[in-house]
C-alpha cells in the first residue's frame, strides 16, 4: 500500500499522563509500517462528553504509514492494551486512548472505523493541536484545519484548553 499521511490524537487522563503519551510515541515510532513526523505540544484539556473526570494531557501526531486504515486501528488499540487501557465509562476516564483522525485525503464509514474522526470538528483538544502542526491542511470536505478551528472557537464550545509550556 502507497504511504499515507496521517493525523492521529493521543489522549491520557489517569496517572502519569505525560509518560504515557511520552510510551504511546515510542510505540508508534518503533513500527516497522510507521514512521512518526511530528507532535505538537501537550495542551491540558477539560474532559468533554463525560464532565465527572480529571483534565486530559492531549497531542496530535502526524505519521507516514504503509499499514491499510484497519491495520492502523488494530496497531492502535495493541498499544492501549499494551499501555494497559480498561474499557469501564464511555469517554470515561483512560490511561491513553488513540484515535485516528484523519487518513490522507480517505473518507470511510465502516462499523469498526470512521474517518474522518466523527466527532474531531466538535473537540477543541483536536482542533488546537492539529492546527499547531498542520494549520493549511485540506481535509475532505475542502476546508482548512485553520478554518474548521476558526469556527469552533467562534460557536464558544468544544472545551477548554491550555498550551502546557516545558
Ligand atoms: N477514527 C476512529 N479512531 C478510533 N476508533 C474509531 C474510529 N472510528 C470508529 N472507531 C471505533 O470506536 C470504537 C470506540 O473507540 P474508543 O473506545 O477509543 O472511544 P472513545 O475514545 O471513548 O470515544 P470517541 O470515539 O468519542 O473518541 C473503537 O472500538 C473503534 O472501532
Ligand atoms: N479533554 C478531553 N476530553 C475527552 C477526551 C480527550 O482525549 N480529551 N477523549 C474522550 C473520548 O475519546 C472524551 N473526552
Not at 22 to 40: D, T
Not at 85 to 92: A, D, M, Q, S, V
Not at 112 to 117: G, V, Y
Amino acid at each position: 500500500m502507497a504511504e499515507r499521511r496521517v493525523f492521529l490524537s493521543l489522549g491520557s487522563n489517569l496517572g502519569n499522563r505525560s509518560a504515557y503519551l511520552e510510551a504511546a510515541c515510542r510505540e508508534l515510532a518503533a513500527h516497522p509500517k510507521i514512521r512518526l513526523l511530528r507532535r505538537s505540544s501537550l495542551y491540558e484539556t477539560e474532559p468533554v462528553g463525560y464532565r465527572d473526570q480529571g483534565w486530559f494531557l492531549n497531542q496530535v501526531v502526524e505519521v507516514a504509514t504503509t499499514l491499510a486504515p484497519l491495520e492502523l486501528l488494530h496497531v492502535l488499540q495493541g498499544i492501549e492494551n499494551r499501555l494497559g487501557r480498561k474499557r469501564l465509562i464511555r469517554w470515561g476516564p483512560r490511561v491513553i486512548d488513540l484515535d485516528v483522525l484523519l487518513f490522507g485525503d480517505l473518507v470511510l464509514k465502516t462499523p469498526e472505523l470512521i474517518i474522518p474522526h466523527p466527532r474531531m470538528y466538535e473537540r477543541s483538544f483536536v482542533l488546537v493541536p492539529l492546527q499547531e502542526i498542520a494549520p493549511d491542511l485540506i481535509h475532505p470536505d475542502g476546508r482548512t484545519t485553520r478554518e474548521h478551528a476558526e469556527e469552533l472557537q467562534e460557536k464558544g464550545e468544544g472545551g477548554e484548553i491550555r498550551l502546557c509550556r516545558g
